[in-house]
């Protein structure tokens, strides 16, 4: 079992920066990969980043590539989106996931959090 816990969502203003993080529990964190996704109002649930469980190789969306960077902290059983330069259009529920597999595909993944609100205004 693992269990995952999103914070740092909250209300930017066009430009700025948030810092997402994800706190898992229950089985070794160092196990699994990770993915970030993201769903805005009216639109499917989407991809944003992943990260081996390493932390060495990264994969990231065309739409936040150069802007957001996927990292984990595996003693602290934390993995990290650092969003930068954030735009209207990032503004959408953020969740993290874990799975076995490093994958860009929702199925890949078997735990997820409850998912954190971020706002960009423009």
């Known amino acids: 079992q693992v269990q995952l816990a999103e914070s740092g969502g909250g209300l930017v203003q066009a430009g700025g920066s948030l810092r997402l993080s994800c706190v898992a529990s229950?089985?070794?964190?160092?196990?699994?990969?990770v993915g970030w996704f993201r769903q805005a109002p009216g639109k499917e649930r989407q991809s944003v980043a992943a990260?081996?469980?390493?932390?060495?190789?990264?994969q990231y969306a065309d739409s936040v590539k150069g802007r957001f960077t996927i990292s984990r902290d595996n003693a602290k059983n934390t993995a990290y989106l650092q969003m930068n330069s954030l735009k209207f259009e990032d503004t959408a529920v953020y969740y993290c996931?874990?799975?076995?597999?490093?994958?860009?595909?929702?199925?890949?993944?078997?735990?997820w959090g409850q998912g954190t609100q971020v706002t960009v205004s423009s």
């Open positions: 229950g089985r070794p964190f160092s196990n699994y990969v």
């Open positions: 990260l081996s469980e390493s932390g060495i190789f990264t």
């Open positions: 996931a874990a799975g076995l597999i490093m994958s860009m595909r929702q199925n890949a993944y078997d735990y």
